[in-house]
């Protein structure tokens, strides 16, 4: 049985079953709700939240700590977490796509806190054209500089106020 190059992986051999590298599956943005949602309701005698640690690209680091959660969080709060995931990111992710600091994930027993990583050069990059007013005002909350050079403006941040901006508003704030 033959399949189309579309269902195959991209050596030329196209019989059923057989793969000598690439993908098995079709591309669905590397599965991401698969993983997302995978995650299993922690048992009674686990303790919570499970944190998982990924290893940020060259370019990332994470600018606040498990601990630095814990301490921010009320803590009702930080005891409905099942999950606490520090999730790594590409630095093609960051700079293509809409760039979120944390995310939610809730069902099924599990609530999960995905924690992305932020750029070591402590940048925010925007447009060409100069950001709008609110979006002006909202970094200034955390003490960001607008700043402009040849690739167009962008929110400059120092390692205090990275991390204020993580725990006031994408950890609480979520």
Not at 33 to 46: I, N
Not at 86 to 109: A, C, H, L, P, Y
Not at 139 to 161: C, R
Request: no cysteine; proline share 5%; hydrophobic share 35%.
């Amino acid at each position: 049985m033959s399949q189309s190059p579309k269902f195959t992986s991209w050596k030329k051999n196209r019989e059923f079953g057989k793969v000598f590298g690439g993908r098995e599956r079709l591309k669905m943005k590397d599965d991401i709700f698969k993983r997302l949602h995978s995650f299993l309701k922690p048992a009674s005698f686990e303790e919570k939240p499970i944190v998982i640690y990924d290893n940020p690209s060259k370019d990332f680091f994470f600018p606040i700590t498990f601990e630095e959660i814990k301490n921010s969080l009320p803590k009702e709060v930080f005891d409905s977490y099942t999950h606490i995931w520090f999730k790594k990111m590409k630095r093609s992710t960051f700079e293509n796509e809409n760039w979120i600091v944390s995310d939610n994930v809730f069902g099924g027993g599990v609530n999960l806190l995905v924690i992305f990583p932020f750029p070591k050069d402590l940048r925010i990059r925007e447009s060409l054209s100069k950001p709008t007013q609110r979006r002006i005002k909202h970094f200034q909350k955390y003490e960001a500089q607008l700043k402009y050079d040849k690739k167009g403006y962008f929110f400059e941040f120092d390692t205090l106020s990275i991390k204020k901006y993580y725990l006031n508003y994408a950890i609480i704030f979520k």
